[in-house]
């Protein structure tokens, strides 16, 4: 299929456009960014570089009692097991009090890992590209505008293959619908942009709505298209089906990890 034209999610000259502000947020949202907003100056005081918000509440597109509070906190050194811990508890009190939301998830990482030449395309792209400020300065201004290449394909989503071990040993493990449900939506969701980026750099464009991506991902892969328009509808009303999970493991993910490797290569090792 030939190459296309810049779409939506660039600016004029082809970069990925930040995505989400704070004046998206909802009515319904706002006092719970604010409660966040406090409560990690409280607990993480100067240890603390900046923080952020992504996902559906700074782009405006929250569910009220359907979307969780996602957050991204950058330290000024690498986070400790008792940062982790803070952060987890941070999340249950804010889970519990506000029930506009379902569930709260934070991501810690030092300032140094942030701003790495290891994760400029990875780490990097997500802060500068998906995150919206919230505390503190920008790590944004020191890094780069991106395009949607096979360069950012590969650093963001090319470890499906190393991933897919792990997922089996949680659906192994998750012996109730209850267990099942959280994990059909996050492995929905995983795979599903995991096949829009495959297809991104023809695509030539970034969206991050799960039905688009997999329209995006349908036009080049007719064949896997329905499959990835389930997982889309999934990853926002998850079930707690296990022939689910296991086609995801045991199919569509293992041929979405070759095919990423084969256009792509693999992502690059970190660390953990």
């Known amino acids: 299929m030939a190459e296309t034209a810049p779409r939506k999610g660039l600016d004029p000259q082809g970069c990925i456009e930040r995505e989400g502000s704070l004046a998206r947020v909802s009515h319904d949202f706002r006092p719970i960014v ?3 907003r406090d409560r990690l100056l409280d607990v993480f005081g100067g240890r603390m570089h900046s923080a952020y918000l992504y996902g559906s509440i700074p782009r405006g597109t929250a569910r009220v009692g359907r979307s969780d509070l996602d957050l991204l906190v950058v330290l000024h050194a690498e986070p400790t097991d008792g940062d982790r811990e803070d952060a987890r ?3 249950e009190a804010l889970d519990k009090e506000f029930r506009r939301i379902d569930g709260v998830g934070t991501l810690l990482y030092g300032r140094v890992r942030v701003l790495s030449e290891l994760e400029r395309y990875d780490l990097g792209w997500f802060l500068a590209c998906l995150c ?3 505390l503190g300065d920008d790590l944004a201004e020191y890094l780069p505008r991106y395009r949607p ?5 590969r650093e963001t989503n090319g470890d499906l293959a190393l991933l897919l071990p792990r997922w089996r040993e949680r659906v192994e493990g998750a012996d109730s619908d209850e267990a099942r449900r959280p994990l ?3 492995m929905s969701r995983h795979l599903v942009r995991t096949g829009f980026t495959l297809v991104m750099p023809r695509w030539n ?4 709505d799960l039905a688009e991506m997999a329209e995006a991902f349908g036009s080049y892969y ?3 298209a329905d499959q990835m ?3 889309a509808v999934r990853g926002y009303e998850p079930t707690g089906d296990t022939a689910v999970l296991r086609s995801y493991v045991d199919d569509l993910g293992p041929w979405l990890a070759e095919e990423y490797a084969r256009v792509h290569g693999v992502k690059g090792p970190r660390p953990d």
């Open 222 to 224: 007719p064949e896997r």
């Open 132 to 134: 919206t400020p919230l």
């Open 34 to 36: 604010a409660a966040a």
């Open 184 to 186: 059909v939506r996050f």
């Open 229 to 231: 328009r389930a997982a």
């Open 149 to 153: 290449d096979s360069l950012l394909a």
């Open 89 to 91: 508890m941070l999340g």
């Open 205 to 208: 464009g970034w969206t991050s």
